[in-house]
């Protein structure tokens, strides 16, 4: 979620010596190198993106460890066995909505509405609350079925893959809280909107990987 630029001065921001204001903030670019240093809130978002980057390849390598162990059932129960696609699909919507809910507090925070941007905010959360709560419930049941992690090298590789997304969301959940509180009392400065840009991405890119999960995890594995 991000202040981008909201009241720009000018067409051209880093041409050198031009002053130019980027939201509430004012930064100039001196001529060094190409076209000035870049903003704070262009460093940050950029350094952010390399976090999600490094988080990617860490998902990658669980993706490829149950790729690799997915058929290794130790003869215990499969994905067919315990995936319940109605739980996943309510899971898969308020995961999509909230992020549907976090867009629609960028706008508000673009209007620097705060009843609007603390309302939106909220419902991201609960949403994401009831995606995690789906997924808790969905780990007892199948630990309660004798079908935990210690089961099989496939049901290991199915916990730490879709726990590690789901410690993801609730990290997200104290993020979200957090930067909701600075908000109310701070408002709406410029390190608290980079905070929440880099919040947006964080929360979008578990979306993505997600929908990743949904489709070759439980898709493929309730499949013939």
Same mark, same amino acid.
């Given at each position: 979620?991000?202040?981008?630029?909201?009241?720009?001065?000018?067409?051209?921001?880093?041409? #050198?010596?031009?002053?130019?204001?980027?939201?509430? =903030?004012?930064?100039?670019?001196?001529?060094?190198?190409?076209?000035?240093?870049?903003? /704070?809130?262009?460093?940050?978002?950029?350094?952010?993106?390399?976090?999600?980057?490094?988080?990617?390849? @860490? $998902?990658?390598?669980?993706?490829?460890?149950?790729?690799?162990?997915? /058929?290794?059932?130790?003869?215990? #129960?499969?994905?067919?066995?315990? $995936?319940?696609?109605?739980?996943?699909?309510?899971?898969?919507?308020?995961?999509?909505?909230?992020?549907?809910?976090?867009?629609?507090?960028?706008?508000?925070?673009?209007?620097?509405?705060?009843?609007?941007?603390?309302?939106?905010?909220?419902?991201? =959360?609960?949403?994401?609350?009831?995606?995690?709560?789906?997924?808790?419930?969905?780990?007892?049941?199948?630990?309660?079925?004798?079908?935990? #992690?210690?089961?099989?090298?496939?049901?290991?590789?199915?916990?730490?893959?879709?726990?590690?997304?789901?410690?993801?969301?609730?990290? =997200?959940?104290?993020?979200?809280?957090? @930067? @909701?509180?600075?908000?109310?009392? /701070?408002?709406?400065?410029?390190?608290?909107?980079?905070?929440?840009?880099?919040? =947006?991405?964080?929360?979008?890119?578990?979306?993505?990987?997600?929908?990743?999960?949904?489709?070759?995890?439980?898709?493929?594995?309730?499949?013939?």
């Amino acid at each position: 979620m991000s202040d981008i630029a909201a009241g720009s001065a000018v067409r051209e921001p880093y041409r #050198p010596g031009q002053h130019v204001t980027h939201g509430h =903030g004012l930064f100039s670019a001196t001529g060094h190198g190409q076209g000035g240093p870049a903003s /704070k809130f262009v460093t940050v978002a950029y350094g952010f993106w390399i976090f999600l980057l490094s988080d990617i390849i @860490m $998902f990658s390598a669980f993706f490829a460890a149950f790729a690799v162990l997915s /058929k290794a059932t130790a003869g215990g #129960p499969t994905g067919k066995d315990l $995936f319940e696609l109605t739980r996943i699909a309510a899971q898969t919507g308020l995961l999509l909505t909230s992020s549907f809910t976090g867009g629609l507090a960028t706008l508000a925070i673009h209007r620097r509405s705060m009843a609007g941007t603390q309302f939106w905010l909220l419902v991201t =959360g609960l949403l994401g609350a009831g995606f995690l709560f789906l997924e808790v419930q969905e780990f007892a049941a199948m630990v309660a079925e004798q079908a935990g #992690p210690s089961r099989s090298a496939f049901l290991s590789a199915f916990f730490a893959l879709v726990g590690c997304h789901g410690s993801h969301v609730g990290l =997200g959940l104290l993020w979200l809280g957090t @930067m @909701m509180a600075q908000l109310w009392v /701070k408002g709406f400065r410029q390190e608290i909107l980079r905070r929440l840009h880099c919040f =947006g991405l964080f929360w979008h890119a578990l979306d993505i990987i997600w929908i990743a999960i949904f489709t070759l995890v439980y898709l493929l594995g309730v499949s013939p």
